[in-house]
């Protein structure tokens, strides 16, 4: 690799970079020239860059700037949203020293072998000296510069080389303000339910005085105030929220991570459906939120309000909770609609208002099925007592079809359940382990580096619960800890010894304790290893990985076939990188036929038609329509592909955005 001379410093663009963005996106017609004015005033007392101000203000979206911007600079572009889904390969980083990227303002993200060009992200692309230096330090032929957002070039960055996997949930100024306000709100209200009755009824004291003011203020400010509020359907702000409402929820094991389950499901329902994405983000936004303040005695979902009188009047007296705690937040009126109205019934039998059929907001008959079949499928508390199968509790909604439930509603989500319950067929014979240790964030670096290597990782945060989800049967190994609360993680372990299940279970001790007797005493009781905390993740879980080989190589392989329809070729390629899956997947569609081999994960090389390789890759992304078989006992015998399989799909992705052929 050439050596670059050290770079220098480089100053934030000034007025004349502020003039030519607010200049390209008048003409574009995208801005009128009187709020130009009002940005430079911004800039003066925040110091921000010129594309932060605009978008913060609300006066242009993310995606409309860039390209405006783009086809100036006769430049790709890629969104925030993206970027956040990028997996930077360790080899392209190596490319470019992480200090040389914050200060010259980009970050790579693909390399072209047979061309010998880079990639990189940039919120400047029209600066050549920056990018003759980024040349110089990598040693590519060219570089080619994609145009980004600069916060989200510091957030990828941020990502990429300092492993900050919450550099893109604090992009949005406006979202992280507004998730502030969240936590004030739940601090003083979520206390105690005494606490939080008393802050309902000051509050509903308050609201009529309170909503004049608001409105008076917004029309004071204009449009940019009333922009404020989009902020809650930002991508960043969802995050926030997905991490505040879990940590609430971590207080109740039997919903730990319910309303973020709820929130998936209704995000795959409305990509199903192709709804926009503020729409999209406000049904996503319910699912997170829909729970708060109903932390009683039971779980109130569609179905258990329709089935239970019991239910149903501790769901009328709470029925507002949410919106009223959320109001600082000032959540998307779509979300306010959805959970308000998530116990109206189909049939026109529900609460509050009667409403029946599609009179019902399209939130809340998304919502109410998404959050019911999650309580089927995740709680033991609910009315069957047990927790169901997917098939089990889609065939519960249909039961209720017409009644409860939107029938169509119900048969789509039927179809979107067909994709999950695809992807565990796709990473069927992937090891499942069982880490055991009190403290949640003990083992949070080891659990992200097992999924990243493929693992399905479970956790337990004591010895009872690790037993019943070991005597479940599912788990291929364990990494406990000695210490666990009042119970010591041996004697689990001697439990587990004497269960026909758990004579030969693989079991590895991570524990702090470091005293003879203590490992003599386990590995009296068979465990695989005694590893002291902390311990280096990578190494241990490359470890783990050969303690493995043996058992999972005595599995049998098995080919997995079905339609796209029901999977994406987007999404399976995610599936079996994350998976680390080996085999070939074959394609069959109207257009024609295609394979893409896989090695540990790796798209390896692509056949499609008379096309070889990433060009192969590429046109597959397209197809829509056809029939796929994965054959695990394919092994490829050839690289023909050395981009990262992450790279691949941000490359496949921009050239479907910009229409460019394979």
Known sequence: MSTARPPTARPNPGQGKAKLVCDVLVRAGLMRQEQVEGVFTHLQRSGDRVEEAIVG???????????????????????????????????????????????????????DANSHSLSVVTADPDDLEALHEVQLASGAREIKAVLARPAAVKALIAKAYGGDIHAFALLDRQ???????????????????????????????????????????????????????????????????????????????????????????????????????????AIVSAGHVHDIGKMGQFHLTALNCAEYDGHKVAAQKTLGVPARLLEP??????????????????????????????????????????????????NPRNPFRKML????????????????FDPNLVDLFHHTIAGEDLKARLLADRAQALLVDVDPEEMTVLELRMFEQGFVVRTARSAEQALKTLAEGEIDLVVGDVDLGPTDGLALLGEVRKQSWGKDLPWVVYTRRQERNVAQRAFELGVLDFVNKPANADVLVAKLKALLN??????????????????????????LFHGRKTGNLRIRAPEGVGEIHFQEGNVVNALWG???GESAFYAMLKLRDGEFGLDPAFKPTSRVIHTSSEALLLEGMRRLDEGIGP
């Open 610 to 612: 008379e096309l070889r």
């Open 57 to 111: 203000l609300g006066l242009v979206p993310e995606a409309e700037m860039l390209k405006a911007l783009a086809s100036h600079y006769k430049a790709y572009f890629i969104s925030s949203e993206k970027l956040a889904k990028a997996d930077v390969a360790r080899a392209l980083l190596d490319m470019i020293p992480m200090r040389f990227a914050e200060k010259v303002g980009v970050c790579p993200v693909l390399f």
């Open 175 to 281: 979202a992280h303000m507004q998730f502030q306000a969240m936590l004030d709100v739940y601090e003083r209200n979520l206390v105690t339910d005494d606490a939080m009755n008393a802050s309902l009824v000051r509050s509903e004291a308050k609201s009529r005085g309170r909503e004049r003011v608001l409105s008076e203020k917004e029309l004071a400010q204009g449009p940019s105030s009333l922009a404020a509020g989009a902020g809650a359907s930002s991508a960043s702000f969802v995050e926030l929220l997905n991490v505040l409402v879990s940590l609430l929820e971590n207080g109740r094991p039997d919903l730990r991570g319910h309303s973020g389950q709820v929130a998936r499901l209704c995000r795959r329902m409305a990509e199903k459906m192709g709804l926009d994405p503020t729409s999209t983000t």
């Open 550 to 575: 043996q058992r999972m190589a005595a599995r049998p392989s098995r080919g997995v076939s079905g339609s796209l329809r029901e999977m994406g070729l987007p999404d399976m390629v995610q599936v």
């Open 329 to 378: 937040v000032r959540m998307a009126q779509e979300t306010i609609q959805a959970v308000q109205h998530m116990y109206e019934r189909y049939d026109g039998k529900g609460f509050p208002d009667g409403q029946s059929g599609k009179d019902i907001s399209l939130g809340a008959r998304v919502l109410a099925i998404c959050d019911t079949y999650a309580d089927l499928t995740q």
């Open 389 to 404: 199968t997917p098939q089990e509790a889609c065939a519960a909604l249909t039961r209720h079809k017409g009644t409860v």
